[in-house]
């Protein structure tokens, strides 16, 4: 069940609507049929239901009530999926299937190899697959390396997983490079050696006393040395040089022009925004020349950066409360692998790295039912949900 919710409820292309649905009905009932522990967990975490409830009562001020109420009940069903995963599943259960529900989408887009203009008159030729955006692809194919990078280092998993794991993993990163994604590319190389150094170096580490402290040091002497040598000694900008193959302006200059705008907005509401839903309508028109200006007439755009687009909905105050509930979530998952570390699977952590890292370039955590902040609250509560088994057997 899970499994195809991964695939079906996040996925917003025209294909999908007709199984999106029926299946929606069918998981709303399986909700409905696992309602009591469902609601024991839910009163245990219901920390996660602020921002939600905040959306929906945004209707209160908001120019469209129904806009506003909408986004607030569909993170609420989000969430409360995500909750669904995190008393029926485990860690390995959940990244096995992030692994073939999204393994399942990387093998319809290689077959596929669909392909869009991005851009502009100077633009080029992206893949994107089975999905509607390169970025899109570019994300999903991000989850498909992080949990297959948990299946290959990671403990307790069936052996059979392992060389799955690494043949979806190299269609996944074919795909991300023909995707142009640049942040999918950047954030991969920062998750990469994370999740390996902590399987393969920090694990065994924890067993020999002194060590950990050395490791630190020495990573971070490396980086130093590194980032030095490559600044000064061969004078480029590592950053910029990866930027510019495909494409991009390491100045961010098309997110500054959404930035600048969402400035705008916040200045006229700066308390409590304009409300849930409410700016990227198809009646406002300062949201459709921005949606032009970047090329995307077709579907919902984005100011890419959490922060300015909660600012923008919900104002001073949903910023506020997300930030509480966010730090929240990030330390849990931080806390419980402190505490679990000689046999803590790394999935929960590089994926909390991921999506912390990207609400400064996407604005994917105020979505209602997108995968990525699915996946991040169901680490969460699975990892508040296991700290307190673990409490309750001592």
Do not use: C
Request: zero cysteines.
């Amino acid at each position: 069940m899970m499994m195809a919710a991964f695939i079906i409820l996040p996925l917003n292309m025209p294909m999908m609507q007709p199984v999106r649905a029926p299946f929606t009905l069918l998981l709303l009932a399986y909700l409905a049929f696992i309602g009591r522990p469902l609601l024991a967990a839910a009163w245990r975490h219901r920390w996660v239901y602020i921002l939600p409830a905040l959306a929906a009562a945004s209707a209160i001020w908001a120019d469209s009530a129904s806009a506003a109420l909408r986004h607030g009940i569909l993170m609420t069903v989000m969430v409360t999926v995500a909750l669904a995963a995190a008393i029926r599943l485990d860690i390995r259960q959940l990244a096995i299937a992030v692994l073939f529900s999204q393994g399942a989408l990387a093998l319809g887009s290689l077959m596929s190899m669909e392909t869009m203009w991005v851009g502009g008159a100077h633009g080029a030729e992206a893949v994107v697959g089975l999905f509607p955006a390169k970025n899109v692809l570019g994300k999903r194919m991000l989850l498909v390396v992080l949990a297959a990078v948990a299946v290959m280092v990671g403990a307790g998993y069936r052996p059979v997983f392992k060389p799955i794991a690494l043949g979806l993993s190299g269609i996944a990163l074919f795909l991300i490079v023909q995707s142009l994604s640049a942040s999918s590319i950047i954030l991969l190389a920062l998750a990469v050696p994370l999740g390996v150094g902590l399987a393969v170096v920090w694990r065994p580490a924890t067993a020999i006393r002194g060590a950990r402290p050395v490791i630190v040091s020495g990573v971070f002497l490396l980086l130093a040395l590194g980032a030095t040598f490559a600044i000064i000694g061969l004078r480029i900008d590592p950053l910029a040089d990866l930027l510019g193959l495909f494409g991009k302006d390491a100045t961010l200059t098309g997110r500054t022009v959404l930035w600048e705008a969402a400035r705008q907005v916040i200045a006229d509401h700066p308390l409590l925004g304009v409300g849930a839903g409410n700016f990227w309508a198809a009646d406002n028109d300062q949201a459709l020349i921005l949606a032009k200006q970047f090329y995307k007439p077709d579907h919902q755009f984005s100011f890419h950066n959490a922060y300015f687009e909660i600012a923008v909905h919900l104002g001073a105050v949903g910023v506020l409360v997300f930030l509480g509930v966010f730090l929240r979530g990030v330390w849990t998952i931080g806390q419980t692998w402190w505490r679990t570390q000689g046999r803590a699977d790394v999935f929960p952590v590089i994926l909390g790295a991921v999506i912390a890292i990207r609400t400064l370039t996407e604005a994917e955590m105020f979505d209602a039912l997108l995968l990525a902040p699915l996946l991040f609250w169901a680490v969460v509560l699975l990892s508040e949900e296991e700290r307190g088994r673990a409490a309750a057997t001592h």
